[in-house]
């Protein structure tokens, strides 16, 4: 008894710093960080808990190198698990603690941009999309279409058409390399899909086919009650062995020459792309395809029209013959003043 009552003051020396120490380290991790306005910062390769608390003292939120890894190594003990930041762009905002900063970082949640990548876009235009979004990492800037297609593993190919159209969310400064892997991992998934529901006895080979058809179709109609039609009308004239004669794709073979306006001698400019000279599809897509219209290239309409002309309000006037499909064109011709 008398031994309990000599070491009472041994053990509160050695327990209330302790003590002190926790309520101390408790208080620190749930105190508000000294920010006054957001503040963005990015974790590289490289970077650990005190490598960030240095790079926000210097961006001028300062913050305990010591204090910020013990703070670490607490959440590592505490759950069980290692504590790994993830990389990426993240925002310290007012009011945000410590314990809020080590767990933002380390379950990844980075700050977003939104990428919108537009069907019926060429390639050259989604090019310069993406590299004016001032969001993302420019690291294919320098590369040539070849040398882009290369990274992402396709290579040889040519990169029109090949990736998914869609509004993209990603990581704030992340590679546009990696949007652009993503986006053709999501178009084959999409195409390969589609291709294993097609219609039965179609005039196509591969998927590939398939997706050229499509792109026509992108660039033929707007108007979704008439995409299938389209693909109706072009599939009959591959199965009748006719000439596809689709103004979209002589426009895309013209390349930068086009300004505009098509006239006839372009019709009787020979390039892979000119359907009025060549019979078949054109050698690759002329455009990126929605997934509405790679669903009317594999289920196109059952019909028996072989001609359409647009009517001049978005629609188009489908015919079966070429005295009707002639006197269609004078018609809407004349119905827009031509």
Known sequence: MKLSRLLLPVYLIILLPLAAGGWFYIGWMERPLPVASPLEFRVSSGMGVRKVARALTEAGAPVSEDMLVLAARAEEILSGRKHEIQLGCYALTPGMTPRHLLRMMAEGKVLQVDVKLIEGWTFREWRRTVAAHEGLEHVTASMSDAELMQKIGLPGQSPEGMFFPDTYRVGK?????????????????????????????????????ALIMASIVEKETGLAKDRAMVAGVFVNRLRMGMRLDTDPSVIYGLGESYRGTLYRSDLRTDTPYNTYMRAGLPPTPIA??????????????????????????????????????NQAVQYYLRSRGK
């Not at 991992?185 to 591969?206: D, F, G, I």
Request: net charge negative; hydrophobic share 35%; no cysteine.
């Open 173 to 209: 400064y992340s590679s546009d390399l990696e949007l652009f892997a993503y986006a053709a991992r999501e178009m084959k998934t999409h195409l390969e899909r589609e291709w294993n529901a097609r219609e039965a006895n179609l005039p196509y080979v591969s998927p590939y086919q």
């Open 288 to 325: 990126t395809p929605s997934l509405a219209s790679i669903q009317a290239a594999l289920h196109p309409a059952k019909t028996n029209a072989i001609f359409f002309v647009a009517k001049g309000d978005g629609s188009s006037y489908f015919s079966t013959s070429l005295p009707e499909h």
